[in-house]
């Protein structure tokens, strides 16, 4: 089998933070971690794990809620939903993510669709993973100009949730939530921290000599090149197409 | 047959019902858009509308701030999904011309789950610590009047539209509707004052005569009026029945960048009475 | 094919899900009771238990009143209908021997939606003036958080149980159940840590794979367990499926007029499986 | 056509109270107000007048909710029940009912099944009718001895419904929010002052010579004896089938 595109090792590396979940949330126009989230899935199945289940928002035959809209938000707050993703027009190094647009608000000049339900489920769901595929000092900001969702809170607030890590196309933090701040775990291949670290408009604790994010295993490659890619093909059928190339 | 349906009318007078300065609730992309009342909305007068997305919103809003007749919106969101950001919206935010509530998802929910159930306030989790809570005066941080230790949390006001407007595949004789598994629509009806329904067809039996479509339906209690729009969702698509047209979503999107571009637009989809 | 379905255990092992001490939801008269469960939960050990009724309760909390397994009730009303009062309620009442918290419908309905919106209360109408409320320290008049003039209004606690347990037509092959319009059934699912359903059937597809069944369908999220008794809802009947066997109600309500009576029916129940 | 029974008499008295109301919801084991709503909506079919919709609690198949046992409370609380009907072990003369029990609370010696959704209904429909056929002094105490729902709030407590009238097998009384007490506004065919109010456990204001509740019109009584005793045998034929005699 062939060595993994970089997507294939993004998508594995965000399957490997779902370690454990069960219950997994996928907003509707994020192919990456649903991919993530299926690879997860059909691990599961192969090792005889209990079964994952996945909902996909906004998709008919992927989505097992029936209560409508506000079902996801409920099973989140009952403690249903194990992991969602986040991703967020600017994220800064306390974790605070911005959906809603550059400075100064309410005329943003740069104006993204809004919150959704990041104001909510960043408080709620156990494990948010933050991802953003494009690494950029503009995206990953020392401090966001509008707070959708704030990456911490104040003790006496109820928070069971919040983020668990960030991934980019670049590397892997981790989210201390003690310290409200990102660590850096890993760097994708072919990327070095100094790179890294410009692009990157925070600051980040990090190894002196970080380590690289884990290569595939074959047996994940190959679920994610067959099992995997015929099911994303049904809601992602371009993304699936352009998998194993890009 | 169709004529003893309590309530059918045609697109046109539906449109004529929403009437300047009132609170409009509108569907989320995926659960049933009536773009086919859209011409009759901007051919009528009703300005200075505010609209409520449930909980986000697309191109019917998009299309009505670029159109002049949205004084405010409250959402979640608003977006063209796959074809990008909503052009008229981007515009009217950087320019001031709207006033923009932004919510989050939930919130939303919660407003109108406090209008359904008739209590002037509903309390919501998250949001402390954020810009947007900061940005709501009419949200407030309370304590949790139940518990002795500190517990803050954000109760919001109920959302009581004036009209509520959505695309469903199915009218029976007595003005039931199906809404299947989008229940974010009888949420919409239930807290609004008059729900106005376009639908694939209207069928002849009752959607009450098997437990099953029961299941899916709104009761007629709520439906103010019903009209039949063939492909009335159309350039959205409408769940078991037609897929959105992504090429006509990206067309607008690509035409809406600039407002002559818009007005281009406007001017052949309402001659084109928003049919494909 | 059954082998395969997620949580498909016996009646038997379901009844012994429950355990001393444990807050029990049980469903009205009309939604789905789990009547087959009962011969295992009087044979099981399980006592100390805190019945909330959803909204209103009958035979089946009365047979574990009578049984002498309950410590409380949260109940709207109690009753076995055209048969009458529940007669080991009342006994149990009059003699002290069970807490009753007594409740409005719509405040059992607001403390699960409470639970199920992951809120620490909420708000509900009406009550104010009434001992029902003078008599629910759990309960708590508030002035309205939002209003400038005086606006007193009662807010209620979650409910969540340990175990919601009802009786549905069908299960599918992943474990989801249909409720069909019995959306009370959800709400205690939501509300409920382990939800436990017996049903008539299972079936080999998947209730997702059309929008109807889709619409009335619990999904298996909320689904720790699924066994099949057909008739499982006997004496009650369940819509779409059998009617309610009225004289075997009476019966039992003449029985159970005496503790004596009741405890022979209950000997007899047992013996019979619960069967007819 | 031959004159009316006295149950007849009583259903047309209460078909007359439903005047204006649009939708109505009726209790499970109530046949006389399920029989006088279907009245007062086939008068409203023949006269032309917007259509009436029932709502028999219970009923699958006279039942338009489809939102669980939840939604009549909702929908009342959305203004959108005009009229609904209740009983109680005890009505007192300040239009307070009782649906629990005797004195002492909790223990009580004589217990009812309890207080339903009358603690708030009776707050939420403008029109509550309370209906009970025996007209007796322990049904009709001066002051009972549990409040599931009282007759009338303070002017600061949210309350757009309340008590309208009260209906027995000897009397009709209107109930006066103001004054918070009943009047007597009509006796059945039969029944006298003075026997009324030796029935009655609370005092209430009436004419020197009060009125005898109107007789059936011969349409009404047509109605009643065709499609609405078909209708009412459905979901109640025991007592359909001697709603004539009786």
Known sequence: ?246 | MSAAVPGLMTPGAMASEVHSGMRLALPVDYAGVPMALMPHLVAGGARDLDLVCVPTGGLQPDILIGAGRVRSVETSAMTLGEAGGAPCFRRAVAAGDIAVRDATCPAIHAGLMAAQKGVPFMAIRGLIGSDVLRHRPDWKVIQNPLSEVADPIVVVPPIRPDVALFHCPVADRDGNVLIGRRRELASMAYASRHTFVTVERVIDGSLFDNEQTAAGTLPALYVTGVAVAERGAWPYGLGGEYEADTAALRDYAAAARTPRGFDAWLERFVADGGMP
Chains 1, 4 share one sequence.
């Not at chain 1, 993004?10 to 971690?33: F, K, M, N």
């Not at chain 1, 995997?228 to 371009?238: C, I, K, M, N, Q």
Request: charged share 20%.
């Open chain 1, 1 to 246: 089998m062939s060595g993994a595109s970089p997507r294939e090792h993004l998508i594995c590396t965000v399957a490997d933070l779902l370690q454990g979940c069960r219950t997994i949330a996928v907003g509707a126009s994020s192919p990456i971690p649903a991919a993530a989230a299926m690879l997860h899935r059909a691990r599961a199945a192969v090792s005889g794990r209990p079964p994952v289940r996945i909902s996909i928002l906004g998709s008919v035959r992927h989505n097992f809620f029936t209560n409508g809209s506000a079902e996801l938000f409920d099973s989140a707050a009952q403690g249903r939903i194990d992991a969602f993703f986040l991703g967020g027009g600017q994220i800064d190094g306390q974790g605070n993510i911005n959906l809603v647009g550059t400075a100064p608000y309410p005329r943003s000049p740069l104006r993204w669709p809004g919150s959704f339900g990041s104001s909510f489920l960043y408080f709620m769901v156990p494990k948010v993973i933050l991802f953003r595929e494009d690494h950029d000092p503009r995206v990953l900001v020392d401090r966001v100009d509008f707070i959708s969702a704030p990456g911490t809170s104040e003790p006496h607030v109820a928070r069971p949730g919040g983020p668990h890590a960030l991934v980019t196309g670049k590397a892997l933090f981790r989210f201390d939530r003690d310290a409200g701040r990102f660590e850096l775990s890993g760097l994708h291949p072919g990327h070095d921290l100094e790179a890294v670290r410009a692009a990157t408009g925070f600051g980040f604790r990090h190894a002196p000599v970080p380590p690289v994010t884990p290569a595939p295993d074959a047996e994940s490659l190959s679920l994610l090149r067959g099992p995997v890619r015929d099911t994303l093909a049904e809601s992602y059928p371009g993304f699936a197409a352009q998998l194993q190339s890009a």
